[in-house]
């Protein structure tokens, strides 16, 4: 569309944290990043600047996700925000409220909260066009 700046999904993993690491603290990133392991505390993308959330079947994430793509098969406890897309993998289960623009939902995917879309910037910008009336 118009002047629409799309943020794209990272297609590669800048940070991995591995299936046998836990961490106690809220984490900030830019790029990609995949979570295998434990995190206890917020994930939170740099604001202005693309990023993508793996959280594989083994990883769990005890605080608020807020970020620009995010794609869950582990479990989440707190809420989760995807400023552009989420997708809930089989093994998925948010124990939060979830803030989408786009969804995607496997079956077997379980959320216990509220489903709440974001509207889109573009949406609240009507345009109306004046029609040519022969007088």
Same mark, same amino acid.
């Given at each position: 569309?118009?002047?629409?700046?799309?943020?794209?999904?990272?297609?590669?993993?800048?940070?991995?944290?591995? *299936?046998?690491?836990?961490?106690? +603290?809220?984490? &900030?990133?830019?790029?990609?990043?995949?979570?295998?392991?434990?995190?206890?505390?917020?994930?939170?993308?740099?604001? +202005?600047?693309?990023?993508?959330?793996?959280?594989?079947?083994?990883?769990?994430?005890? +605080?608020?996700?807020?970020?620009?793509?995010?794609?869950?098969?582990?479990?989440?406890?707190?809420?989760?925000?995807?400023?552009?897309?989420?997708?809930?993998? &089989?093994?998925?289960?948010?124990?939060?409220?979830?803030?989408?623009?786009?969804?995607?939902?496997?079956?077997?995917?379980?959320?216990?909260?509220?489903?709440?879309?974001?509207? =889109?910037? =573009?949406?609240?910008?009507?345009? *109306?066009?004046?029609?040519?009336? *022969?007088?």
């Amino acid at each position: 569309m118009f002047g629409k700046r799309s943020n794209k999904p990272q297609n590669r993993i800048d940070t991995l944290i591995g *299936a046998a690491t836990k961490i106690d +603290g809220n984490l &900030s990133f830019s790029g990609g990043l995949r979570v295998d392991g434990e995190v206890n505390g917020n994930i939170v993308a740099v604001p +202005g600047k693309p990023s993508t959330l793996v959280l594989s079947e083994h990883g769990r994430v005890n +605080g608020e996700i807020n970020v620009t793509h995010v794609v869950v098969n582990g479990m989440v406890v707190g809420p989760v925000s995807a400023g552009e897309y989420l997708e809930l993998q &089989s093994k998925a289960k948010v124990i939060g409220d979830v803030h989408y623009k786009t969804l995607e939902i496997q079956l077997g995917a379980i959320v216990e909260g509220k489903l709440i879309h974001l509207a =889109a910037e =573009a949406d609240e910008k009507v345009v *109306a066009f004046k029609l040519n009336s *022969a007088e």
